[in-house]
C-alpha cells in the first residue's frame, strides 16, 4: 500500500487522477476501521490532512457557508451552532469526543454509509457540495448526491473539497435513535429545517434505507399546512400526517440494531416531535417584537 | 523471559495501610499511565505470530482439509491441523468434550480447524486463506428447548463420545438435568401435588421469561506468547484466570507432564468468567514447539466474540402460589440454559440455576428442573452470576407480579417471604451465617430518592434524558419509574468441588528494612487482588514493604479467579502463611532470647516491624531479628469447609460454601413513544461481612450493577441459525458513562464466622440483582411485562420481535 501525503489541493487532485482507486483519509475513524477489518486493501491511501483549503470553513457572498470537506467534527459543534444547526447537532451525536476531533463531514460523505449522521441534515437543509478534481469543481446537491447502497455522485478522480450550507432562515432540527445514551450508530435518525425565506420544509432520514432519504410528500404536505406569515400551532391531525408521512418514506430493514416496524414507528415519533419544536421556535422567531 | 516489552515483573508498594484501608494498587499507576503491560504487548526478537483458522459453519462434517497452498506462502513456518496434536485430542473445563482443532466435525460457527505460525500477522492471515477445508454442511441444532425436551432432536454429540456422568441425568442433548423437590413434591404423583397446591393459593402468577446471550465483553483480546524451552517444555505467557487448570488441559494435549507446562500471568485486560476457558493456549504451545520458536497469539476484536464462551441464554418457565397475605405457597420453575456447542462450565451453572432458582424466598413446596443443553449455538460457560444471573431475572420478575396481583409493595411481599440466618434453601442446605435480608430490603426501599425531573436546574438538558445529546426528547413521553431486585448467589465453588489456594509468604529484611514477599498462582484481573493480599501481608506481619510475586506455576494452585472466591480463598492462604511466618518469627525470636520467659505467642503482636509484646511493648525489631540474612518462609494451603453433591432425584444437599446478597432500587426515565430508558439512579445495599478495602469494594459494586444494568437494557449477542449478527463492540453495546448512574452504596458488615475475617465474596451478587431492578422501574413506568432481558426499544413500544 502507498501512502501519499500532498501538501496543496493541486497535488491531492493530480494523486487522485493518476489514482482512481486512491482511498482519501482525513480523520480515518471509517477508513482505518475497513482497513483493521481487511475489508479493503486499496494500493494507495492519499492523505488530505495537509491541505489547509480542506480545513477551514468561511461565510461566501451568496449567502452560504463554506465548509472544508477536513473540518473535524468537534469545530463544527463549536464553531457552527447558528450557522449550520441541524448539522451541529447531528455533529455532537457522533461517537465519542475523540473521534469527533478526528472524523470529518467529507468522511462522512465520502463512506456514504446510510448510517452516516451528516447526511439528514445535508438533506434537510438543501446543502451542496463541492467535488474537485484536475478536469475543475462542479456542484452536486446533497439531495443528488445519494445514488444507491453506499454510492454516490462523486466520480473516481474528483475529491471532495467542500459543503456549502444555506444561511438558515428558519429553525433546524436533528434527532437520533440509538439503544444506549451515547457513542452509538443511528439506528434511525431524522432531521427537519423549516425555511422561511423560500417558505420550504427539507427533511433527511437516515439509516432507513439503502441510502439516506427525504420524505418528500411529507415535505410537501408541511409546506401547505404552514401559515408562513402567521405560524400557528398545528393541528394535532396534521402533525401526526406528517409523521405517518415521514415514516412513509423510509425503507427499513430488519438488522441486529433494530426492526424495519420499530424503525418507521421511531421516525414518525421524531418527525411529530421535531415538528412540534421546530413551529415553536418559528413562532418565536416571526412573532412581532413588544 | 528476552522480551523486549516487559512482560511481567513484581509489583512493589511501600505503605502502612492493612486491611480495612484503602491503598493505591501497586500496579494503578502503570495502568492509568498505560505503561501496563498486557498480554498483547508481549513481544520478543525472533517471534512468529499464530493464527486460527475458523469454522464458517455452526455444524458441518469436515470431508478433507489440504494445507498444501498454504505451506507454500513465504514466511509461513508451520500449519497444523488436528493431525498434529501431539496427546489428547480434546480438553475441557469439566467434561472433555472440546477438540483441541476440529476433527470429523465441526460444532459451532468459529470453531477452530487449523493453526499457523508466521513471520507476521498478515503472512498468517494471507496463509490462512489458503487453507482448503471441504465441508458438507448439516442443519445446525439451535433451539434450545427442542434440544432439552424433543427426544427425536438430532445429538449435537455422537452417542458415546461424551463422558458418562449418570448424576447428571444425561440424556440425547441434555448435558445436566436437576430436579430439586421440597414439600407436597417429594412424594406420590407431582401434577396432583401440584393442582392440589394451586386450589389452596389465593393468587397464581405464571409467565416465561427469557434471557438472552450476554458477552463478559473484557477489552483484552484473548492473547498469550508461548516460548519452547531447552528441556522439551514450553514456557506459557497468558492472560487467564487460573492458571492450573489451564496446566491440568494443556499439558495432556501435548503429551507433556504437567511440569514441563510451565505458565505465569500476562497482563490480563478483564475477565469475567470469559477467560477460564481455554482459547490460544493449546495452539500457540503447538506452534512453539513444532517451531521451535516463541509464537505469540491475539485474537482480534471479532475473533474474540467467537473465541471466549458468553453467559447462558436462558429460556425460562415460572409459576408462583401465595396467599391472600402474600405467604408463598408454592412455586414451579423450569430452567433450560443453552450450554452451546461444548460443555465448558455448564453443568456447574445448572447445579446454580437449579438451587438457586426460586431465590432467598421461604417457600414450602418448590419444583424446579433446570437444564443444561448442547446445541449448535456458541458456547456458553462461565460469567459473572453464573447461573444464579438468569434464574434471578425469573424469579424477581414473578415477585414484582405477585405483589402487584396482590395489590401489595413490591418490597413488602419480598420482606413478607425473605429468608435470614437459619433459613434453609430449596436443596435442604441452611443459611448458617448472617442474612438480614428484610433489613436490607426496607433499608434500600427508603434510601433518598433522586430528585424529580421537574425540580432538575434545567428539566430539559437532553444529557439527563433518555436519548441523551441525540436530542429524541425534551420530555415528551417521559414517564419515570422505580423497581426492586434482590438476588442470592453461592460465594466461592460449591458441590463437593475443593478449591483450595495457596501462598507462599517470604519475610526477609533488606536495605536494612523488612520486606514480605508473597507469591501466589492466583489471577489478577483487575479486581485488586494484587492490593488486597498486600494488605492482607501488612496487617498479619506489621511490615510496610510488601512485593507481590508474578503469578505462575511456580508455587501451588490459587484455583479460578471467579466465583467472588479470591478474597476469600487465596486471602485465607496469604494469611494462614503470614501466621505460619509468625509463629516462626516469634520462636526464632524465642530462641535468640529477645522474649522474656512467660510471655506467650498469644501476648505478642508484630506490628510497626517489631515484635511487640502487649504487656511489655516493643522487644526486638525484625531489621535487628534477622540482620543476619535469616529468611523465614512458608507456604499454605487453604481449603473452604466441604460441600456437597446435590443428589440426582431430589435435588438435596449443602452444595454451597458461602452466601452472598445485593439488594437494589432502580430509578429510570423511559420515553415510553420510543422506548428509550435512562436510568437516573441505581442504588445498592450490599452485606460483605467484612470490607478489606473500601474503595475498591464499591468499585466492585459499581461495576457489578453496571454489569446488570447492561443485561437489563442493550447487551445480547443475537444469534440466528448459529450465527452471531453483532460481534462488534459497535453492535454489541456496553453501558458507556452515560448510561451509567450515581449509585448510592449502602454496605454492610455482618461477619460470616466460616470465612477468613468474617468476609463475604463481593463481585458477583450486585450483578444479580440490578439487572431484575432496572426492569422492574421499566415496567412501572411502561405498564408493559418485558419478560425478555434485555428489554428492547420494541419491547417497550410494544413492536412484536
Not at chain 1, 457522533?94 to 467529507?106: D, E, F, L, Y
Not at chain 1, 447502497?149 to 434527532?175: N, S, V, Y
Not at chain 2, 422505580?482 to 501462598?503: H, M, P, Q, R
Not at chain 2, 420515553?671 to 436510568?679: M, N, P, R, S, T
Amino acid at each position: 500500500m502507498r501512502f501519499l501525503s500532498p501538501s496543496t489541493l493541486q497535488e491531492a487532485l493530480e494523486a487522485k487522477a493518476e489514482h482512481p482507486g486512491a482511498v482519501p483519509i482525513t480523520g480515518g475513524t471509517d477508513v482505518m476501521v475497513e482497513l483493521n477489518f481487511d475489508k479493503h486493501r486499496p494500493e494507495v491511501l492519499l492523505d488530505l490532512t495537509r491541505i489547509p483549503e480542506l480545513t477551514h470553513w468561511e461565510t461566501t457572498d451568496d449567502g452560504h457557508t463554506r465548509l472544508g470537506a477536513a473540518v473535524p467534527y468537534t469545530r463544527v459543534i463549536a464553531e457552527l451552532p447558528t450557522l449550520a444547526p441541524a448539522l451541529a447537532k447531528a455533529s455532537r451525536t457522533v461517537a465519542s469526543p475523540q473521534i469527533r476531533n478526528r472524523g470529518t463531514v467529507g468522511g462522512n460523505l465520502g463512506g456514504a454509509s446510510p448510517a452516516g449522521d451528516t447526511h439528514p441534515p445535508l438533506l434537510a437543509t438543501d446543502a451542496t457540495i463541492e467535488l474537485a478534481s484536475t478536469r475543475g469543481r462542479r456542484r452536486v446537491k446533497a439531495r443528488d448526491f445519494y445514488l444507491s447502497f453506499r454510492t454516490t455522485a462523486r466520480q473516481d478522480d474528483e475529491l471532495i473539497t467542500a459543503i456549502l450550507l444555506p444561511t438558515p432562515t428558519g429553525p433546524q432540527h436533528f434527532a437520533k435513535i440509538g439503544t444506549r445514551n451515547a457513542m452509538v450508530i443511528a439506528v434511525t435518525s431524522f432531521a427537519l429545517a423549516l425555511n422561511g425565506r423560500d417558505r420550504t420544509v427539507g427533511t433527511g432520514i437516515g439509516s432507513a434505507g439503502p441510502t439516506p432519504l427525504r420524505a418528500e410528500a411529507a415535505e410537501d404536505f408541511l409546506t401547505h399546512e404552514i401559515d408562513w406569515d402567521a405560524p400557528g400551532l398545528l393541528p394535532e391531525t396534521t402533525v401526526r400526517r406528517f409523521g405517518e408521512l415521514v415514516a412513509a418514506a423510509a425503507r427499513p430493514i430488519d438488522d441486529q440494531r433494530g426492526s424495519a416496524a420499530y424503525r418507521r414507528h421511531a421516525l414518525s415519533v421524531m418527525a411529530r416531535r421535531t415538528l412540534t419544536w421546530s413551529i415553536t421556535d418559528y413562532r418565536k422567531e416571526t412573532a412581532p417584537c413588544a | 523471559m528476552p522480551a523486549t516489552t516487559r512482560t511481567v515483573t513484581d509489583l512493589t508498594s511501600t505503605t502502612k495501610d492493612g486491611i480495612g484501608a484503602s491503598p493505591l494498587r501497586p500496579d494503578g499507576t502503570l495502568k492509568v499511565t498505560g505503561e501496563f503491560a498486557y498480554s498483547s504487548d508481549m513481544w520478543m526478537e525472533d517471534m512468529l505470530w499464530g493464527a486460527t483458522l475458523r469454522s464458517p459453519h455452526p455444524h458441518a462434517e469436515i470431508l478433507s482439509i489440504d494445507i498444501t497452498e498454504a505451506l507454500k506462502v513465504p514466511g509461513v513456518e508451520a500449519v497444523l491441523t488436528h493431525e498434529d496434536v501431539p496427546g489428547a485430542k480434546r480438553y475441557g473445563l469439566e467434561f472433555e468434550d472440546q477438540p483441541v482443532l476440529a476433527y470429523g466435525k465441526v460444532r459451532y460457527k468459529g470453531e477452530p480447524v487449523a493453526i499457523v505460525a508466521a513471520d507476521h500477522p498478515e503472512t498468517a492471515r494471507r496463509a490462512m486463506e489458503r487453507v482448503r477445508v471441504d465441508y458438507r454442511v448439516l442443519e445446525p441444532i439451535t433451539d434450545s428447548r427442542r434440544a432439552a425436551m424433543d427426544p427425536q432432536c438430532p445429538l449435537v454429540h455422537e452417542p458415546g463420545t461424551i463422558p458418562d456422568h449418570p448424576e447428571y441425568n444425561q440424556r440425547g442433548n441434555r448435558l445436566r438435568h436437576q430436579p430439586i423437590r421440597t414439600g407436597d413434591f417429594t412424594t406420590g404423583d407431582p401434577d396432583a401435588a401440584l393442582e392440589a397446591l394451586r386450589a389452596r393459593a389465593d393468587v397464581i402468577v405464571a409467565d416465561a421469561y427469557e434471557v438472552g446471550m450476554q458477552d463478559q465483553a473484557f477489552l483484552g483480546p484473548e492473547s498469550g506468547m508461548a516460548v519452547p524451552a531447552e528441556d522439551g517444555g514450553v514456557d506459557l505467557y497468558v492472560a487467564t484466570q487460573w492458571l492450573h487448570v489451564d496446566q491440568r488441559q494443556i499439558a495432556p494435549a501435548l503429551d507433556l507432564p504437567q511440569d514441563k507446562v510451565r505458565i505465569t500471568l500476562a497482563g490480563v485486560g478483564g475477565a469475567f468468567g470469559a477467560r477460564e476457558d481455554l482459547s490460544m493456549q493449546i495452539h500457540a504451545c503447538m506452534l512453539a514447539l513444532h517451531t521451535r520458536k516463541p509464537v505469540k497469539i491475539v485474537y482480534n476484536r471479532e475473533e474474540s466474540f467467537y473465541g471466549h464462551v458468553h453467559r447462558h441464554p436462558a429460556k425460562m418457565r415460572y409459576e408462583h402460589g401465595a396467599l391472600a397475605d402474600g405467604t408463598l405457597l408454592y412455586a414451579t420453575a423450569e430452567v433450560i440454559v443453552d450450554g452451546g456447542a461444548y460443555a465448558s462450565a455448564t453443568p456447574a451453572v445448572v447445579g446454580v440455576a437449579s438451587s438457586l432458582g426460586l431465590g432467598p424466598y421461604e417457600i414450602p413446596h418448590a419444583r424446579v428442573d433446570a437444564y443444561g443443553v448442547y446445541t449448535n449455538n456458541p458456547p456458553c460457560g462461565a460469567m459473572r452470576g453464573f447461573g444464579a444471573v438468569q434464574a434471578c431475572f425469573a424469579y424477581e420478575s414473578q415477585m414484582d407480579r405477585l405483589a402487584d396481583a396482590l395489590g401489595m409493595h413490591p418490597v413488602d411481599l419480598r420482606v413478607k417471604n425473605s429468608m435470614a440466618q437459619g433459613s434453609r434453601i430449596i436443596t435442604g442446605q441452611e443459611i448458617d451465617m448472617p442474612l438480614p435480608m428484610a433489613d436490607m430490603l426496607r433499608q434500600a426501599r427508603d434510601l433518598p430518592l433522586p430528585p424529580d425531573r421537574e425540580d432538575l436546574p434545567d428539566p430539559a438538558d437532553s444529557r439527563t434524558l433518555p436519548g441523551g445529546v441525540a436530542g429524541t426528547t425534551r420530555g415528551e413521553g417521559v414517564v419515570r419509574g422505580i423497581g426492586y431486585g434482590v438476588g442470592l448467589k453461592n460465594l466461592c465453588f460449591s458441590e463437593g468441588f475443593d478449591d483450595y489456594s495457596t501462598a507462599r509468604v517470604r519475610l526477609e529484611v533488606a536495605g536494612g528494612e523488612p520486606v514480605v514477599l508473597v507469591h501466589t498462582a492466583a489471577a489478577e484481573v483487575g479486581q485488586g487482588l494484587v492490593t488486597v493480599k498486600g494488605q492482607i501481608a501488612r496487617t498479619e506481619l506489621g511490615v510496610e514493604k510488601v512485593v507481590i510475586a508474578p503469578a505462575d506455576t511456580g508455587v501451588g494452585s490459587a484455583g479460578s479467579s471467579s466465583a467472588s472466591r479470591q478474597s476469600y480463598m487465596t486471602g485465607g492462604a496469604v494469611r494462614t502463611a503470614c501466621h505460619a511466618v509468625r509463629d516462626e518469627v516469634y520462636a526464632l525470636a524465642r530462641g535468640r532470647g529477645h522474649i522474656p520467659e512467660g510471655v506467650g505467642d498469644d501476648d505478642l503482636t508484630l506490628t510497626g516491624g517489631k515484635i511487640v509484646s502487649r504487656a511489655r511493648g516493643a522487644l526486638v525489631s525484625l531489621a535487628d531479628l534477622l540482620d543476619d540474612g535469616t529468611v523465614v518462609e512458608e507456604t499454605r494451603e487453604y481449603h473452604h469447609r466441604p460441600t456437597e453433591m446435590l443428589d440426582p432425584t431430589l435435588g438435596q444437599g449443602s452444595s454451597h460454601t458461602q452466601f452472598g446478597m445485593c439488594v437494589h432500587r432502580a430509578v429510570v426515565d423511559v420515553d415510553v413513544e420510543l422506548g428509550l430508558v435512562k436510568v437516573i439512579a441505581l442504588d445498592a445495599v450490599q452485606d460483605v461481612g467484612k470490607i478489606l478495602h473500601p474503595l475498591q469494594l464499591i468499585g466492585q459494586i459499581q461495576g457489578g450493577s453496571t454489569q446488570g444494568l447492561g443485561l437489563a437494557l442493550m447487551e445480547e449477542i443475537q444469534v440466528g441459525d448459529g450465527q452471531i449478527r453483532n460481534p462488534s463492540f459497535t453492535d454489541y453495546l456496553i453501558p458507556t458513562i452515560l448510561d451509567t448512574p450515581p449509585m448510592r452504596i449502602e454496605v454492610l458488615e455482618h461477619p460470616d464466622p466460616h470465612s477468613p475475617y468474617g468476609l463475604r465474596g463481593a463481585g458477583e451478587p450486585p450483578t444479580l440483582s440490578s439487572t431484575p431492578a432496572v426492569v422492574a422501574a421499566v415496567r412501572a413506568a411502561t405498564g408493559r411485562a418485558l419478560t425478555h432481558a434485555p428489554v428492547r426499544p420494541e419491547d417497550i413500544v410494544g413492536i412484536p420481535l
